[in-house]
């Protein structure tokens, strides 16, 4: 009986996600599945840590540390040029769009730089 | 003021303009404060270079020059450590003299010739001007630019910052207080307005920090935990988010790129803090949103869903860190880190930390000392830092709250305190003079609606500097009440006001704010005095005033440009490790240990030949390929800072590593002492012979004016050592070993026939010898 109200629950609650979900503007979706995507690549990377070895230390950990970075840089851009967020009202999606643009190119030289 | 609305905007923007300009005018003036009061050790003394670590410094920056900064990166320096040198390059913070060369770099370039040398005595007061601009900032995010103004003119003199940055004290904490300030106000004003821009520059700021201090754990370690905070408290915002989560990744890499600090970033315990912190605010993150996107009923079963399933997996999570932690010795942690957490940890395990004077717990007056009134000041500003809370007011409360307690842990870290208590003071005395003003200028207005203004501005022109700096945010906030009010009705202003405003008496106010005063220019008295008397002295030059005058000690700098003239290039000079950087730096020989302190095997050899009997003791120095042995003596002219004082640290140091060398030897009944009670160890360790040669023959008593009593053994010779240099006040002396066949010619059956039941080591060096 609990098992199966969980099960109905857990059905609900996706039902209703994917039902808020569907209401984001499109920008956002792109910007989620970018996310998404850099977050997939750093677990394949940590999982082929995993198998193989974590050896030359510094490229596993600018190869992880790229993606993460990416996707948290991500996350910032989404949190601000999000309509719905009232903090970032008088920011315009240009600004912060160069400002992520920034972020990244210092981030991707920092990575650059520590490969070795 | 009473006017309509058109006419009050343009006189009030002319009055921000000239308020701006003004606080820029401030801002000036306080720029040069700072660097001129840290002048005073350059007009008694001269432009030298202070102490011991500046003179390491000082030489990696004359390297850098020289050689450029590929070079620098790849130095292996064969002058220190010998026989085992030292890699400069990956062992050594490069902000300070990256940031030193760069400036000579410029100078140069603008035809402005100046020396290394110069550039580097300068550093430290320039980069306090930095410091008090940094400070100004930071506090005008926390609680508007009155009191960044005072905090920052509080900060220019504070005697604690005062201590580790006047011109000449060319050390890490120069620049690296100004980095923690500036990165401290990039991350406010990231988390103030939420731009990445900001958080892109706080983390280039954090970057410097590392390459500058080994302090920059300080940074990585309080952030994360104004974040918990923020999160714990429910302040989370998506501001929170891009202040903090862009920082620990771009923050990591940047200092994993630093070579002393390496993969240190990402593997020990200092760091942890930071990624626990990130992944929780990503959860946390998530969390809101999911929030914001699903209807509270729906939330709810989403959270008992999750909950369940979440908790197996970070007790998982939890365990296996854990583990992991707990399987290093150290649980991953630095000693200095850990004799922070643990103030017992270091005098129990690391001497070498514990001998130290800047790492012994503080005393209650040194706070007096080295931040004076901002100590009573700092309660209020907390008080104010409450009124309200915002997120950036409680990341000043943390960080003062922190540094309190590591600045009870390790007097150095008295220079992390510094910069908190000034700007909690600089809150407090500004909401103070914003109060009083207030209620001079409401109660003025009371009494002649129009002359409002005049009378403030009379009682501001007796008030000289402290009130100057607190203009801007009395202004601003009365103008803005102002405003509000004037919108609804005009007439019953005043007193309605009067009934809002935390009002006082006119005559109470005045005599609080002349208190006020008062109490500023007591504190600006003792810093000047802690500025030129206290914390000026270059420590290489000494002076001292007697009746007969002003003497000069200038004996360090005779001895080592004695070693410089009269030994050979390659020869190696043995000391306690205090002075090996000034030996590397100012006679330009090679050392055995110096300041550095990375070896402790290293240096306790030496502390065991310091304090071994003479033979044993040439021995050890033979087998080291050392020349001269060089000790500081300040038995005739009372100098307390010599080696018999540092001497059980050296048997204690010597005694971790090589156990025949036992602490109680030397002690009688528990006391040290070196007169004729003192134990015949004590009596015929090298130490003891070669500070006290030849002493009987000052005074014909052999009176040591730093232990008050007469020396135990007078008349002694040596049978292994020469002395071959003793300064004009006999500060340092410096003997070369004799040379081993005249010694063992003769004897060489006997010898061999010990050393085979000698100890190893011996027998080792013996065959190293050559002449055996």
């Known amino acids: 009986m609990a098992k199966s109200s969980a099960t109905k629950d857990a059905q609900a609650l996706l039902h209703s996600l994917r039902s808020a979900y569907a209401s984001t503007p499109t920008n956002l979706k792109i910007i989620d599945i970018y996310v998404l995507f850099a977050i997939f690549t750093a677990v394949i990377q940590v999982g082929y840590m995993a198998i193989v070895g974590s050896f030359p230390f510094n490229s596993f950990l600018s190869g992880v540390l790229s993606c993460v970075g990416t996707a948290v840089l991500a996350v910032c851009l989404r949190i601000q040029v999000n309509k719905e967020n009232k903090e970032f009202k008088d920011l315009p999606p240009e600004r912060a769009y160069a400002d992520f643009v920034l972020c990244n190119l210092v981030l991707h030289l920092v990575i650059m730089n520590f490969l070795g | ?772």
């Not at chain 2, 923050?251 to 803090?273: I, Q, Y």
């Open chain 2, 1 to 772: 003021m009473a006017a309509s609305s058109d006419t009050v905007v343009t006189p009030s923007s002319l009055r921000q303009a000239f308020g701006n300009v003004f606080s820029l005018f401030i801002l000036i003036l306080i720029g040069v404060l700072a660097f001129s009061i840290r002048l005073f050790s350059v007009i008694k003394y001269e432009s030298v270079i202070h102490e011991f670590d500046p003179y390491f410094n000082y030489r990696v920056t004359q390297f850098l020059t020289k050689n450029g900064i590929y070079d620098f990166w790849n130095w292996f320096d064969d002058r220190t450590w010998y026989p085992l040198g030292r890699v400069i390059g990956g062992t050594v913070y490069p902000g300070l003299t990256l940031t030193a060369g760069t400036l000579w770099w410029i100078l140069n370039s603008l035809n402005i010739p100046l020396s290394v040398e110069t550039v580097c005595v300068f550093t430290a007061p320039t980069f306090s001007a930095f410091a008090a601009w940094a400070t100004y900032l930071l506090t005008k995010e926390v609680k508007g630019p009155g009191a960044g103004l005072t905090a920052a003119a509080l900060l220019a003199m504070v005697p604690s910052y005062i201590s580790r940055s006047v011109a000449g004290s060319y050390d890490n904490e120069a620049v690296a207080i100004f980095a923690l300030i500036f990165t401290f106000y990039l991350y406010i004003k990231t988390l103030n307005t939420g731009s990445l821009f900001y958080a892109t520059l706080n983390a280039l700021a954090y970057f410097y920090m590392v390459c500058s201090w080994g302090g920059y754990t300080f940074i990585i370690n309080l952030i994360p935990m104004h974040a918990l905070l923020c999160i714990v408290t429910g302040r989370y915002s998506s501001r929170l988010y891009i202040a903090y989560a862009p920082l620990v990744i771009l923050g990591t890499l940047l200092a994993a790129l630093v070579p002393v600090v390496g993969f240190n970033a990402v593997m020990t315990s200092e760091h942890f803090a930071s990624f626990l912190v990130f992944i929780i605010l990503n959860v946390v993150g998530l969390v809101y949103y999911i929030k914001g996107i699903l209807t509270p009923k729906m939330f709810k079963v989403a959270v008992t869903l999750v909950i369940s399933a979440g908790l197996i997996v970070c007790c998982a999570v939890v365990a296996v860190l854990i583990a992991l932690v707990a399987s290093s010795p150290t649980k991953g942690w630095s000693g200095r880190s850990l004799s922070l957490l643990d103030p017992t940890y270091a005098s129990k395990y690391i001497p070498i930390i514990a001998s130290v004077s800047e790492h012994q717990p503080p005393t209650w007056p040194s706070y007096f000392m080295d931040i004076n009134v901002l100590a009573f000041l700092v309660p209020a500003g907390i008080i104010a830092c409450f009124l309200p809370l915002t997120d950036a007011s409680s990341f000043v409360i943390l960080y003062l709250v922190t540094s309190v307690y590591f600045s009870g842990v390790m007097v150095r870290l008295m220079l992390v305190l510094a910069p908190a208590a000034c700007i909690m003071s600089g809150i407090a005395l500004s909401s103070a003079f914003g109060v009083f003003t207030r209620s001079i200028k409401f109660a003025s207005i009371g009494k002649q609606v129009d002359a409002g203004d005049t009378g403030n501005g009379v009682t501001q022109n007796d008030v000289v500097k402290p009130d100057k700096t607190e203009e801007p945010p009395k202004e601003k906030a009365s103008r803005k009440k102002k405003k509000e009010k004037e919108n609804v009705e005009k007439t019953p202003i005043v007193a309605k006001s009067e009934r809002r405003l935390l009002m006082l008496p006119m005559e109470a106010s005045v005599v609080a704010i002349l208190l006020l005063m008062l109490l500023g220019a007591f504190y600006v008295v003792h810093c000047v005095w802690a500025a030129a008397e206290a914390y000026s002295a270059p420590s290489i030059v000494l002076t001292s005033h007697s009746h007969d005058g002003l003497h000069v000690f200038d004996d360090f700098r005779e001895a080592y440009a004695w070693l410089s003239h009269n030994t050979d290039v390659d020869d190696k000079v043995a000391s306690w490790w205090d002075y090996g950087y000034q030996t590397t730096a100012m006679a330009n020989r090679t050392v055995i240990v110096d300041n550095n302190t990375w070896n402790n095997t290293h240096i306790a050899t030496v502390g065991t030949a310091m304090s071994s009997p003479e033979k044993a003791a040439w021995e050890i120095f033979n087998s080291l390929d050392v020349k001269y042995v060089l000790v500081v003596f300040g038995g005739l002219v009372g100098y307390p800072s010599d080696d018999i004082n540092k001497f059980l640290w050296m048997v204690r140091i010597g005694g971790g590593v090589f156990p025949h060398i036992k602490e109680p030897d030397y002690l009688r009944d528990g006391q040290y002492r070196i007169d004729s009670m003192a134990t015949p160890t004590m009596l015929n360790c090298l130490m003891y012979k070669l500070s006290y040669y030849r002493f009987v023959e000052t005074d014909g008593k052999g009176f040591d004016r730093v232990r008050r009593t007469e020396i135990g053994k007078k008349h002694f010779k040596l049978t292994h050592f020469d002395e071959v240099f003793t300064t004009h006040h006999w500060m340092v002396r410096i003997y070369k070993l004799k040379p081993p066949k005249n010694r063992i010619r003769g004897k060489t059956k006997k010898s061999k026939s010990k050393s085979n039941s000698a100890s190893s080591k011996r027998s080792a060096t013996r065959k190293k010898n050559p002449w055996h």
